[in-house]
């Protein structure tokens, strides 16, 4: 187990080096002067540009500078904005937990929904249950992101009334910032109304967030569950006179979990590209956010870093994913 | 009263192209401590019938009766759940696939315990020694140790004795072998038939044997009943039955025994078993019958009297020579 962990970290520096130079490249191939864009429309003097095109290092070959940035990146230094003039590392972990809260909830919500879903299709199908949840789940995976908050937003935000159209919580709440997660901090504030202000807040963006995730999970597990229905050991457990909670909820679905698993795991990196959009939308200020309005300003370093940090985020989750096949199915644990 | 009474029971599924008879009229009695034997080929409706006995077909298919008791109780006006408190319990059944019948995302031993979890009050440390037991009885060295295996660890053999240790768990009334040999190497065939035969003995449970490997009911079971095409065509004490055949089916099928050759060559039986499509009108033999006349290929045959197997044919044999008695 040890060294199949140490081969798959491993393979994480190919994999961080590649994103280094994508991010590094990619941003600087975008038309735009991040300087004139940092100056404004008062712009800048001839004299003042060349200090700051000096300060900011952009005076040196460019391999010189993706070395310099390569090298801050191995200490751990993610460069500083060039707007907020904040390391990238600090603001990252300021913003980070709003993203986890939403993604969190988001894939909780897609994987309670959407395994029992699939399970309780492939058990019953071709019947009515199996047909609407389908045809659900096709409707879900193929609604632009965009349009579908629009749409919750115009029924429940203004036409209802029920939740809030954007942001974590209520302006009449105000506490300190413990953990950056505000349905923890609101309950740690003692506040009352805070707690129920910030699930609130959270319903719209996580139902939008969640609806593509939702629609794949149910689809992969039918259809697993499908294959692993005809199994010979499905009958051995039908045979025991197990009840088909257990039949169908355990030794079947256990069997299918491989493939779900995977695409949960595929899901975290669809979060991350969701919530760009999710958290535009509801001015949810996370790291989606974050890094389109650093796209904007030709941020170069927050850009760079940002991508850094969620391609490692992504990394790491599959590799936790490699590492639950092996605990789910002890044929294909690895020595 | 009998331990397993089964009246005319019929398994049609549904299929896009109409329905499938897969068992067509089957009797069957089993008593208490009986050791006994279902012989046909492949498609012959023999695991069908004992499964849908055992409420384990898929929707698809449909299950008529006019009789089918367990224990004196009826199975067929039974509840699903009330019938779940039986099968694993007191009527059991291992299958012929034993590699892929066990879950591979479970130890061996969780897969035992579960059955005493299910059936049995006992406790957690009762379940583990009782399991450990179970493991002993079937033959395998190092039982507790065993327990903690995976399936993928273990050989088909050893695969199949703790199959066989699943299905003895609760000490069942009735054990439902299905082709427990067929995936297997020769001689850990004999050894798991041996093995099979010794439980029924020092266990006193009623034994079915299904199988389509003559040569295996010779050795092993006391009565024998033989299926071709979904119908139990002839049914006799496995000693009258190697003797003298009734059914014309069951006489060719010893005849191509190579044990029982004479000529240089094996005899054979010739064509194939009816599918869907291809039913004779007549008795479903008919088509590939030596002795097959006009009434066989025109009208279904009843069943004959009990002396003659209750062979279901118009013209039965008596020492290998047809004679002709109406139906019983």
């Given at each position: 187990m040890l060294s199949f962990l140490l081969r798959r970290l491993l393979t994480f520096?190919?994999?961080?080096?590649?994103?280094?130079?994508?991010?590094?490249?990619?941003?600087?191939?975008?038309?735009?002067?991040?300087?004139?864009?940092?100056?404004?429309?008062?712009?800048?003097?001839?004299?003042?540009?060349?200090?700051?095109?000096k300060q900011f290092g952009f005076d040196q070959p460019i391999w010189r500078q993706y070395i310099d940035y390569l090298g801050g990146v191995l200490q751990g230094d993610l460069g500083t904005s060039f707007v907020t003039k904040k390391p990238?590392?600090?603001?990252?972990?300021?913003?980070?937990?709003?993203?986890?809260?939403?993604?969190?909830?988001?894939?909780?919500?897609?994987?309670?929904?959407?395994?029992?879903?699939?399970?309780?299709?492939?058990?019953?199908?071709?019947?009515?249950?199996?047909q609407a949840l389908m045809t659900t789940a096709l409707v879900g995976y193929s609604m632009p992101i965009f349009w579908w908050a629009l749409l919750l937003i115009i029924v429940f935000s203004s036409g209802l009334g029920w939740t809030p159209v954007s942001g974590r919580i209520s302006f009449m709440y105000f506490f300190d910032n413990v953990t950056g997660f505000m349905l923890i901090d609101s309950l740690l504030s003692g506040q009352k109304g805070a707690f129920l202000s910030a699930v609130r807040h959270l319903i719209l963006p996580t139902i939008v967030l969640a609806t593509i995730p939702l629609a794949i999970i149910a689809r992969q597990t039918r259809s697993a569950m499908l294959e692993v229905l005809g199994e010979d050991y499905v009958r051995t457990a039908r045979a025991k006179g197990l009840s088909p909670l257990r039949v169908n909820g355990q030794h079947a679905l256990r069997n299918?979990?491989?493939?779900?698993?995977?695409?949960?795991?595929?899901?975290?990196?669809?979060?991350?590209?969701?919530?760009?959009?999710?958290?535009?939308?509801?001015?949810?200020?996370?790291?989606?956010?974050w890094m389109v309005d650093s796209i904007f300003r030709r941020d170069y370093q927050v850009v760079q870093g940002g991508l850094l940090m969620i391609a490692s985020i992504i990394m790491i989750v599959n590799l936790t994913v490699d590492v639950l096949y092996g605990w789910i199915n002890p044929k294909i644990r690895k020595g | 009263?009998?331990?397993?009474?089964?009246?005319?029971?019929?398994?049609?599924?549904?299929?896009?192209?109409?329905?499938?008879?897969?068992?067509?009229?089957?009797?069957?009695?089993?008593?208490?401590?009986?050791?006994?034997?279902?012989?046909?080929?492949?498609?012959?409706?023999?695991?069908?019938?004992?499964?849908?006995?055992?409420?384990?077909?898929?929707?698809?298919?449909?299950?008529?009766?006019?009789k089918m008791e367990f224990d004196g109780q009826d199975l067929l006006k039974m509840s699903a759940r009330d019938r779940r408190k039986i099968i694993g319990k007191d009527v059991s059944m291992i299958f012929q696939e034993p590699m892929s019948s066990l879950n591979p995302c479970y130890t061996v031993g969780r897969q035992i315990k579960e059955v005493l979890r299910q059936h049995t009050p006992l406790t957690r440390s009762?379940?583990?020694?009782?399991?450990?037991?179970?493991?002993?009885?079937?033959?395998?060295?190092?039982?507790?140790?065993?327990?903690?295996?995976?399936?993928?660890?273990?050989?088909?053999?050893?695969?199949?004795?703790?199959?066989?240790?699943?299905?003895?768990?609760?000490?069942?009334?009735?054990?439902?072998?299905?082709?427990?040999?067929?995936?297997?190497?020769?001689?850990i065939q004999a050894q798991i038939l041996d093995l099979l035969i010794d439980l029924q003995k020092t266990e006193g449970m009623a034994l079915i044997l299904i199988t389509?490997?003559?040569?295996?009911?010779?050795?092993?079971?006391?009565?024998?009943?033989?299926?071709?095409?979904?119908?139990?065509?002839?049914?006799?004490?496995?000693?009258?039955?190697?003797?003298?055949?009734?059914?014309?089916?069951?006489?060719?099928?010893?005849?191509?025994?190579?044990?029982?050759?004479?000529?240089?060559?094996?005899?054979?039986?010739?064509?194939?078993?009816?599918?869907?499509?291809d039913r004779p009108k007549g008795c479903l033999f008919s088509p590939r019958c030596a002795f097959a006349?006009?009434?066989?290929?025109?009208?279904?045959?009843?069943?004959?009297s009990a002396d003659l197997g209750e062979a279901l044919c118009h013209h039965p044999l008596k020492n290998g020579q047809p004679v002709s008695e109406e139906p019983a």
């Open positions: 520096v190919p994999t961080f080096i590649g994103v280094t130079v994508v991010s590094f490249v990619f941003i600087r191939l975008l038309p735009g002067d991040p300087i004139l864009l940092l100056a404004g429309e008062r712009g800048v003097g001839e004299e003042r540009y060349a200090e700051l095109i990238v590392v600090t603001e990252f972990f300021a913003l980070f937990p709003a993203t986890v809260e939403l993604s969190l909830c988001a894939i909780i919500v897609a994987v309670v929904l959407g395994i029992p879903a699939g399970v309780i299709a492939a058990v019953n199908r071709g019947k009515f249950f199996d299918a979990m491989i493939p779900v698993i995977t695409v949960i795991g595929l899901s975290v990196g669809t979060l991350m590209a969701g919530a760009i959009l999710t958290e535009t939308i509801f001015s949810w200020p996370g790291i989606g956010k | 009263m009998s331990l397993l009474e089964i009246k005319n029971l019929t398994v049609e599924f549904r299929t896009a192209n109409g329905p499938f008879r897969a068992v067509d009229s089957v009797d069957m009695t089993v008593e208490a401590g009986d050791l006994r034997a279902i012989v046909g080929e492949s498609g012959s409706g023999k695991s069908v019938s004992m499964l849908a006995m055992m409420g384990l077909l898929p929707w698809t298919a449909n299950i008529t009766a006019d009762e379940r583990q020694a009782r399991a450990v037991e179970l493991m002993d009885q079937v033959g395998i060295p190092d039982p507790a140790k065993r327990l903690s295996a995976f399936p993928h660890q273990l050989s088909g053999g050893m695969s199949q004795r703790v199959m066989i240790a699943m299905a003895l768990a609760c000490k069942p009334k009735l054990l439902i072998a299905d082709e427990p040999t067929t995936a297997l190497d020769v001689t389509h490997d003559m040569g295996v009911v010779a050795e092993t079971v006391d009565r024998v009943s033989v299926q071709y095409a979904g119908q139990r065509v002839e049914e006799q004490e496995v000693n009258a039955l190697f003797t003298d055949p009734h059914h014309p089916y069951t006489a060719a099928l010893l005849a191509a025994l190579p044990e029982r050759a004479t000529g240089k060559h094996l005899p054979t039986i010739a064509g194939v078993v009816p599918g869907q499509f006349d006009d009434l066989c290929h025109s009208t279904q045959p009843g069943k004959a």
